[in-house]
């Protein structure tokens, strides 16, 4: 079965500046989708970046970009030019696409607090 | 992407009630998932609702204590038995378009918040 590990329970950076959140994952398949969610105290899943493991470049979207490393199972997130907004709970998820693998269902880490100081 | 009306967003429960949580989508869609969410812990799938047929229930959650229903393709009900304080926990709705959807097809409810007491 496959394993997602955050091994940050919370982080902490200075509002503009930059912070990495850690994920790694424990997988025997080649081809799965990888993704980072945001999940505010409203409780709203928020979908931040998302990686297909076939694709080798790392994906960014504004200030948020990923490092994907496929041969050391690591999916971490950078955020950059930190804003208040951005303090939340971050999820690294993992999808399996081998049909009998999942039922299609999303697995989550234990999740990283994010806290950012003005 | 779709949009999901999940109800009730919170409530407050005696112990050995039950409560049933709702999942609306506005449009149709292949896969709808129920999740807990302990204090302060991650998401843990409870079971896939299927469309016509019994829930896949994942290791360590029963149907008698999470009856699922899905009577068809935009609306499932998770029901919580019996409830005891440790089922105090957010549920959240999540579908997805199609099975082949994986970049972006996932949308999520807003949770519902259950509290007993």
């Known amino acids: 079965a496959q394993t997602v590990t955050q091994s940050q329970p919370e982080m902490s950076v200075q509002e503009a500046e930059t912070v990495t959140l850690s994920c790694t994952y424990d997988?025997?398949?080649?081809?799965?989708?990888l993704f980072w969610y945001k999940q505010p105290p409203s409780r709203q899943m928020i979908l931040v970046i998302r990686?297909?493991?076939?694709?080798?470049q790392n994906a960014t979207e504004n200030r948020f970009s990923v490092n994907f490393q496929k041969a050391a199972k690591s999916f971490s997130l950078k955020i950059s030019d930190s804003q208040l907004g951005d303090a939340a709970m971050y999820f690294c998820?993992?999808?399996?696409?081998?049909?009998?693998?999942?039922?299609?269902?999303?697995?989550f880490g234990k999740g990283t607090k994010l806290s950012v100081k003005p | 992407s779709a949009v999901i009306s999940q109800k009730p967003s919170r409530d407050i429960c005696q112990r050995g009630t039950s409560l049933t949580i709702q999942c609306q989508v506005d449009?149709?869609?292949?896969?709808m998932f129920w999740y807990r969410q302990q204090p302060g812990q991650s998401l843990t799938l409870i079971a896939t609702?299927?469309?016509?047929?019994?829930?896949?229930?994942e290791s360590g959650f029963v149907i008698d204590k999470f009856p699922i229903s899905r009577p068809n393709l935009t609306f499932s009900t998770l029901t919580v038995s019996n409830m005891s304080p440790e089922d105090s926990s957010i549920y959240l709705c999540?579908?997805?378009?199609?099975?082949?959807?994986?970049?972006?097809?996932?949308?999520f409810g807003s949770g519902t918040r259950l509290t007993v007491v």
């Open positions: 449009s149709q869609v292949t896969m």
């Open positions: 997988t025997s398949e080649s081809d799965y989708y």
């Open positions: 999540s579908v997805l378009r199609d099975r082949g959807a994986g970049e972006d097809g996932y949308t």
């Open positions: 998820a993992y999808r399996s696409l081998w049909e009998g693998g999942s039922q299609g269902n999303l697995i």
């Open positions: 609702a299927n469309q016509g047929s019994e829930a896949t229930y």
């Open positions: 990686q297909e493991a076939y694709k080798q």
